[in-house]
């Protein structure tokens, strides 16, 4: 249960394989900068219309995946392994960002509703979708600070769909006003959508 409003992003749970997956794409505008917003882990992320990395999620925005952290060399030859990526990092000129994306879409994550509505979340909208709303996480742990908001309207299309819990718990206004929802990424770029229950 969770008394504590706190959101901490997107964080894989389990895939059905047993494995999450983990795939490996680019942040970069050959400038000699990285792409100029930050993006932290937990966070979910699209493909631009450059082929690389970029903020996802909000409404009516199909997505890659979830953010995992990054690798590159910046601008004075220093190799950097990151759990977020700093927004314009000046970079090695010539070289190029690894961004690291948890892109399989049966990959199972937890995120909390502190900062929606978490009076919503009860056994009645599993199966039904909802938006993220994304905001700036912490440059000292690197951790998004994306939240679930209010389920959509009945049969409509959502960043996540709502398969259940964290241990099964519901919004109780006492015991569990921020509940933890269990989801899978439901507007996707490599996949058919499909709407919510």
Known sequence: MSTVSQAY????????????????????????????TAIYKGDLVKIGTNGTI?????????????FAGC???DATGKPVVSPY??????LLSGSVVKAFVNDDPQTVYKISTAGGTPSGYDQTVIGQHADVV?????AHTGVSATYLAA???AAALGNCRVIGFVNGEIYNAT?????EALVQIAELQLAANTAGV
Do not use: K
């Open 85 to 90: 990526w700093p927004a314009s990092t000046a």
């Open 151 to 153: 389920i959509q309207a």
């Open 71 to 73: 690798e590159y060399i």
């Open 175 to 179: 015991t569990n006003p921020y509940p």
């Open 134 to 138: 994304t905001t700036a996480g912490s």
């Open 54 to 66: 970029e903020i996802g999620g909000g409404a009516g925005v199909a997505n890659l995946g979830v």
């Open 9 to 36: 992003g997107l964080i894989p749970v389990y895939h059905p394989s047993g494995t999450v997956r983990v795939g490996e794409y680019r942040i970069l505008n050959n400038s000699g900068t990285g792409y100029g």
